[in-house]
């Protein structure tokens, strides 16, 4: 929405770069924190890449590894856990470099007090930029206490090694636990970024299926999210919602709230809202605030796609060109010119917003579950017009976000009438504001004209995407003539990352566009994009899938096979699917799945499967059923009984294949898996009847 | 009002429309169950009512007393985890686990009907509760392997 204030301003068009910013904690009160003991930090002279951190000034510190008198380990990260089970494979990490037993590893994560600066947990990025100097670290902290050991004993180092948390002397009976080594030690120490780090084929923690961490808590219930949370005193709190988007606040009359015991009622440009001692008579303090709205005109989903073309950026942003499209296109033996139309859908994330505020000494701290706890910090830091240093962000284990939490409104709004009440309020959306409210995938047009030879060799591309985003937008297949271009726009829905970003939609509209070209070639689109593409490892993951599928099968009459293949920030996959027709009724059914993925080198092989197979359900939502309906600026299906979304019943058959590169540094996986399902089942669609669809969600109902 | 909720008795002070999930979540601070969508159409606020799978999103507090309610709080037996929670853990299920609590409290009233479910089975009684996070084959495996014990 163009008339977005900038405390809940959204996210156009992915990943955004915010200022860089210090975590501020000196020597003295880091081990006041943390206790005696050794830890080791990053500082800026260890020479990490800076992008991911901010450059620390020398007399200051971002902690990462703490071992105490106990020899417990504590790990510090501002990375954000939710439900990638980030929070094992990270762990794991360290219990590769750094010899104890998981449950002697806590990882702190998310706060802003104490974890170092981070830009949010988003993009795949934990594993490949946090894990390496995760690994590092742990590494040092183990040298440190070797070396500890050995000129405590006088003896070599090399004569030293470390197990379980105790290190040994090889050459006598002499052993000493690490907690006794720190004991009364405060030292701290920076990452020695030489230091030796284990080679895959060594490890012994990470590449194994450690369970969840601190799964307990959750299969009891006794984790608390921060819907669950409760402080003494707590109000809770409600927001008056606008009846529609982009309307504006005329008039307000709050008195009758106003009157009722116990509540206050904040109101601040349009921004109203109530803090009450329970929570129904805070719905009922709302629903008796009077306001007059004025709407403005809003286009409605019906029109939507003409909308886009009218209102997005004409010139474009060049997102790779090469050559003379238009005249290799024209001069083609075998063409297709199609569009391409992408619904806006939902992440409803099951746990909806929350955001608990409490002020004290005008310090405010927030607990919040989003992907972007520092991001969150600077947006309260701007709405209260107050120093960053004297609010604490803490983002517990979040009931997921698939991109859609990185952002805090419901901890911007508790914070909002704490202050007020100058008591600590809670805040949870309710389903239907998070529909309405939350932000969602963009909605877009895709326009591609694309030509091949007889010979089944690409000759020119074409690739228009309006709105939707630039991820995936690249072809990885090898063209020599290409104009890609981006079309943005400021779109009338809230809109921002999703998993996988644009790439949903770009990789569906390519592997459609390819999957028609082997068809009208008369080739066969598995071979046809072998043919075509670069990088031995999407080959790979394709031909694994294919393999698994048993692709050169024919099917039974009735049945399809689909395949497409899709990569994004390092990692790879390929999705095969077979439907079959129901002969009485023509309605296509997806019956079986396989997924190949590979993310180089494999850290937890379950927790990759359990995304894996994830992505693939919550992607055949946005490939089979999931569109937001809208008119006049309102949402028409802002519910789980409107909205549908995948059900046990709508789960294929779903066979994973999971290829190890163990000389491959690893990378995330949350997103790319989700990418190849859309055009693998609409591929099979057409494949059983000739009938090809170019929108998502396909619409198998017809 | 009074509820017998993991049988003990609680006395509650709470509004005449107010629903059993918020007087678990709201009055007594049982957050295991949890809130999703308050319409019956997810599942994460399933509560056992006389053993039978319940959305307590849905159900009046007040038309609760006199009958058993069980929470996920209330599965734990002397300090030991219920065997379908066991059966979750092994089969490590989860991803931000927000629907674990309503997952297994659907599970324990499945298998109280139906000792050994077939995958369809599973698939209906299971119908009505939604895993954003997409973890259906793993929640069908762990329902298997805890009706094997
Ligand atoms: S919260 Fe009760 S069914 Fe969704
Ligand atoms: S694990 Fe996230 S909703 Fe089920």
Redesign the pocket.
């Known amino acids: 929405m163009k008339a977005e204030k900038p405390d809940i301003a959204p996210e156009q068009y992915e990943l955004f770069e915010k200022p860089s910013h210090q975590f501020k904690m000196n020597r003295r009160s880091f081990f006041e924190i943390l206790g005696s003991g050794i830890a080791v930090t990053f500082t800026l002279t260890t020479g990490l890449s800076k992008e991911l951190i901010s450059p620390v000034p020398e007399d200051q510190v971002a902690a990462w590894i703490h071992v105490n008198e106990t020899g417990q380990v504590t790990v510090y990260t501002g990375k954000a856990e939710v439900?990638q089970n980030i929070r094992t494979s990270l762990a794991q990490i360290v219990a590769e470099e750094f010899p104890v037993s998981m449950d002697k590893i806590d990882m702190v994560m998310g706060d802003t007090a104490l974890t170092p600066y981070d830009r949010g947990t988003f993009g795949s990025r934990s594993i490949p930029y946090m894990g390496p100097q995760l690994r590092k670290a742990a590494a040092t902290a183990r040298e440190i206490l070797m070396d500890m050991a050995a000129a405590k004993w006088k003896i070599e180092r090399r004569q030293l090694f470390m197990e379980n948390g105790v290190i040994k002397n090889t050459t006598a009976d002499q052993s000493i636990n690490i907690g006794e080594l720190t004991k009364g030690e405060k030292l701290l120490k920076s990452i020695n970024d030489k230091v030796n780090i284990k080679r895959v084929d060594e490890w012994k923690v990470a590449g194994t299926s450690i369970k969840k961490v601190r799964g307990e808590s959750f299969v009891t219930g006794k984790h608390k999210f921060v819907s669950d949370m409760k402080l003494p005193g707590m109000l809770y709190g409600k927001v008056l919602r606008a009846p529609s988007f982009g309307a504006s606040l005329i008039s307000v009359d709050a008195k009758a709230a106003k009157d009722m015991n116990g509540v206050t009622v904040v109101h601040e440009g349009d921004f109203i809202g109530v803090a009450a001692p329970d929570l129904a008579t805070a719905s009922k303090a709302i629903k008796a605030i009077k306001a007059e709205w004025k709407t403005t005109p809003q286009p409605s989903r019906t029109e939507i796609f003409d909308y886009i073309r009218k209102h997005s950026d004409k010139n474009g942003s060049d997102e790779g060109s090469a050559g003379d499209a238009a005249n290799a296109f024209t001069n083609a033996e075998v063409k297709i010119e199609k569009t391409f139309t992408i619904d806006y859908i939902a992440h409803a994330p099951?746990e909806p917003r929350a955001g608990l505020a409490q002020w004290a000494n005008n310090k405010l701290t927030v607990w919040t579950g989003t992907q972007r706890p520092f991001g969150v910090q600077e947006d309260l830091a701007e709405v209260f017009n107050m120093p960053k240093e004297n609010i604490r962000v803490i983002q517990p284990d979040t009931?997921?976000g698939y991109g859609g939490k990185h952002t805090g409104e419901a901890g911007i709004e508790a914070a909002r009438l704490a202050k007020a009440a100058t008591m600590p309020v809670k805040i949870v959306w309710t389903r239907e504001e998070e529909f309405t409210w939350a932000y969602f995938r963009p909605a877009g047009v895709i326009d591609i004209k694309a030509s091949a030879g007889k010979d089944g060799k690409l000759t020119s591309w074409e690739f228009h995407n309006h709105n939707s985003g630039g991820s995936g937008i690249e072809t990885p297949y090898e063209v020599t003539n290409k104009k890609i271009q981006f079309h943005g726009m400021d779109s009338p829905l809230r809109q921002g990352s999703y998993r996988g970003l644009a790439a949903t939609a770009n990789v569906f509209a390519r592997e459609c566009i390819m999957n028609d070209l082997a068809r009208e070639l008369k080739q066969d689109p598995l071979e046809f994009r072998l043919k075509n593409l670069r990088e031995q490892r999407m080959k790979d993951v394709l031909q694994a899938a294919a393999q698994k599928f048993g692709w050169n099968k024919k099917p039974d009459a009735n049945h399809g096979y689909g395949i497409a293949c899709g990569n994004e920030k390092g990692s790879y996959v390929a999705t095969c699917a077979e439907v079959s027709i129901d002969s009485s009724n023509a309605i296509p059914k997806l019956l079986r799945v396989v997924v190949a993925f590979e993310c180089g080198a494999i850290i937890n092989p379950e927790h990759l499967k359990n995304q894996i197979q994830g992505a693939v359900i919550q992607g055949l939502g946005g490939a089979l059923f999931e569109r937001i309906d809208f008119k006049d600026g309102k949402i028409l299906n802002a519910s789980f009984s409107k909205y549908r979304v995948p059900r046990f019943s709508d789960t294929p058959e779903l066979d994973v294949v999971m290829l190890n590169r163990k000389d491959i540094p690893s990378v995330g996986a949350g997103e790319t898996p989700i990418l190849g399902i859309a055009p693998a089942v609409r591929n099979a669609i057409d494949h059983a009847t000739g009938r090809k669809m170019y929108g998502l969600p396909l619409d198998m109902t017809t | 009002m009074v509820l017998n909720i993991n049988n003990k008795q609680h006395s509650v002070n709470a509004g005449p429309d107010e629903s059993l999930l918020m007087v678990l979540r709201n009055h007594l601070d049982l957050t295991g169950s949890k809130y999703g969508c308050g319409e019956g159409a997810c599942g994460a606020c399933t509560v056992l009512i006389d053993g039978k799978a319940t959305r307590s999103c849905i159900t009046p507090a007040s038309s609760m007393e006199g009958k058993e309610i069980t929470t996920i709080e209330g599965l734990e037996k002397n300090g030991e985890l219920h065997p379908v929670q066991t059966a979750f853990l092994n089969a490590d299920v989860?991803?931000?686990?927000?629907?674990?609590p309503g997952m297994i409290m659907s599970a324990v009233s499945l298998l109280q009907k139906n000792s050994n479910p077939s995958d369809q089975d599973i698939v209906s009684a299971m119908q009505g509760n939604i895993?954003?996070?997409g973890?259906y084959p793993r929640i069908i495996k762990a329902i298997q392997e805890a009706s094997t014990v």
């Open positions: 439900g099951l009931g997921s | 989860f991803q931000c686990a927000y629907c674990a895993c954003r996070c973890t």
